[in-house]
C-alpha cells in the first residue's frame, strides 16, 4: 500500500513538471500589429479620417541586441522606363545589391546625393545596366541628372519587419515576434525631423496591437523640389533630347 502510493505520488509529480515544462517552453505566438496615418491638414473622409495620398513606410526595430532575418533574396531591381523609375519604393536589407536596368531608348544618369547611399552611376545607355550595394541603413532618395520629374526611394533597413502603407494610409505588420521595439515611420514629403517625432517604444505581446492613428504634419515635398547632382537646379528652359 505504502509502495503503491509512493510511486503514484513520483509519478504525479513527474506528469506536473512534464506539463509545466513543455508550457514554459512553449513558443508565444506572433502578432500583427496595424496603425493608420492621417494627414492633419486634410479634410476628412466620410468614415472620420483624413485622407492620405503620400506613399509611407513603417518598421519596427527590435530593442537590444535581438535581431530578426531578413528572409528574401540579395538583389533587387530599380527599373527606367518610361521617364519613370519601378516600383517608386523599394525596402531592402543592409547590404543588398540593386539593379538599375535602363528599359528606355535614350540616356539616363541615376543618383544620390543622401545620407542613406551616395552614388552617381553616370550616363548609361538604353539596354544597359549598373547596380549598387546599399551598405548601411538608411534612405536614399533616387533621381535622374537628366529626367527631373525621375524620382524613387530606396530603404536599408536591418529588420524585416516592415509594411508599405495603403492608399488610404493603413498599415499592417504582420507575424511580429513578442518583444520591445521601435516604430519608425517614413512618409514622402515628410522632413527627417518630423518624421523622428512619430518615432515610439512599443510593447508586442501575443495579441493583435493596434496602435490607432498617427496624425502627419503638412508635408514638404523634397523629392519635388531636388536639384541636380552637382547641387544646381535644373535648366528648365532646356528640354532633353533623350
Known amino acids: 500500500m505504502y509502495k503503491s502510493t ?3 505520488t513520483i509519478c504525479a509529480g513527474v506528469i506536473t513538471c512534464l506539463v509545466w515544462s513543455a508550457e514554459a517552453q ?6 500583427n500589429v496595424t496603425l493608420h496615418l492621417i494627414e492633419g491638414h486634410l479634410p476628412s473622409s466620410r ?20 535581431s530578426l532575418p531578413f528572409p528574401g533574396h540579395d538583389r ?7 521617364r519613370m523609375f519601378t ?20 540616356f539616363h544618369n541615376v543618383f544620390s546625393l543622401f545620407d542613406g547611399k551616395r552614388f552617381d552611376l553616370g550616363l548609361y545607355e538604353a ?10 541603413e538608411g534612405l536614399s532618395y533616387i533621381f535622374c541628372n537628366i529626367h527631373p520629374e525621375m524620382s524613387a526611394v530606396v530603404i536599408s533597413l536591418s529588420t524585416p519587419l516592415y509594411a508599405i502603407a495603403t492608399a488610404n ?10 518583444g520591445k521595439y521601435e516604430l519608425h515611420v517614413w512618409v514622402e514629403g515628410e522632413m527627417q525631423p518630423a518624421l523622428d517625432k512619430l518615432t515610439q517604444r512599443v510593447h508586442v505581446g501575443s495579441s493583435e496591437l493596434d496602435l490607432g492613428e498617427i496624425t502627419l504634419p503638412a508635408p514638404q515635398n523634397p523629392l519635388g523640389k531636388h536639384q541636380n547632382k ?3 537646379p535644373y535648366d528648365q528652359s532646356q528640354k532633353p533630347v533623350y
Open 6 to 8: 509512493f510511486l503514484r
Open 26 to 31: 512553449a513558443p508565444q505566438q506572433n502578432a
Open 47 to 66: 468614415d472620420g479620417h483624413s485622407r492620405h495620398q503620400a506613399p509611407a513606410v513603417a518598421w519596427l526595430k527590435p530593442v537590444g541586441n535581438r
Open 76 to 82: 533587387y531591381v530599380l527599373t527606367q522606363k518610361g
Open 87 to 106: 516600383p517608386h519604393i523599394l525596402v531592402v536589407p543592409v547590404g543588398s545589391v540593386v539593379i538599375f536596368p535602363n528599359a528606355d531608348p535614350f
Open 127 to 136: 539596354g544597359s545596366t549598373k547596380e549598387v550595394t546599399f551598405s548601411r
Open 169 to 178: 494610409g493603413d498599415i499592417k505588420l504582420r507575424d511580429v515576434p513578442p
Open 230 to 232: 552637382f547641387g544646381q
